[in-house]
């Protein structure tokens, strides 16, 4: 089985079951706490996703070590990169 | 290759750990809304701090609405400054 055809059977298999609990499929009659928790999950799971993501960004920026040498050596590349095509009549 | 490696600069700092307060902020929000809210006896004084469960689906709806208008608008900005003349032969 491919990768695509397990995700979404993994997602068929989860949205049948929140539709169940959701729209009482099945009239189970649970509790209606159930429901209330149960309805918004869908929009719960991608707002909970992009806090991850947000926060992983974060993170990262707030631990991205500067390299001072590398960055002193990019540029003097840059200058170098720019000047040999100057020579060749590239206009900038 | 060796290089001496410093810790990322002030601002970087701030607004990343900004960042990740703001997610912890807002995902503790958003959990106390949805999932623990429902099982809160009616007369608690916590729903008072929170809109109508209906909102809970609306407002992250209009934001991603507005999410997309936004990077489509600056799609369309910055396509249709490149847009070159056809040239003629």
């Not at chain 1, 149960?38 to 070590?65: D, E, K």
């Not at chain 2, 807002?26 to 209906?54: G, K, N």
Request: aromatic residues 12%; hydrophobic residues 50%; contains cysteine.
């Amino acid at each position: 089985m491919t990768k695509l055809l397990e995700w979404v059977f993994g997602v068929s298999v989860i949205g049948a079951a929140w539709a169940l609990v959701t729209f009482d499929l099945l009239n189970l009659r649970l509790p209606v706490a159930y429901k209330e928790v149960a309805w918004p999950m869908p929009v719960y799971l991608l707002v909970v996703f992009g806090c991850y993501s947000l926060a992983t960004v974060g993170y990262r920026v707030a631990t991205f070590n500067d390299c001072e040498e590398a960055s002193k050596e990019l540029q003097d590349q840059i200058k170098e990169a720019k000047e040999d095509l100057r020579k060749k009549g590239l206009k900038m | 290759m060796l290089s001496i490696f410093l810790t990322a600069t002030g601002a970087d700092q701030a607004v990343g750990m900004g960042l990740v307060g703001f997610s912890l902020l807002l995902f503790t929000y958003y959990t106390i809304w949805v999932i623990i809210l429902p099982f809160v006896d009616s007369d608690h004084v916590a729903h008072q701090y929170f809109l109508q469960r209906e909102y809970s689906v609306i407002l992250p709806g209009i934001a991603a609405l507005i999410l997309l208008l936004s990077v489509g608008t600056f799609i369309g900005v910055v396509t249709w400054k490149n847009r070159k003349p056809k040239k003629v032969d």
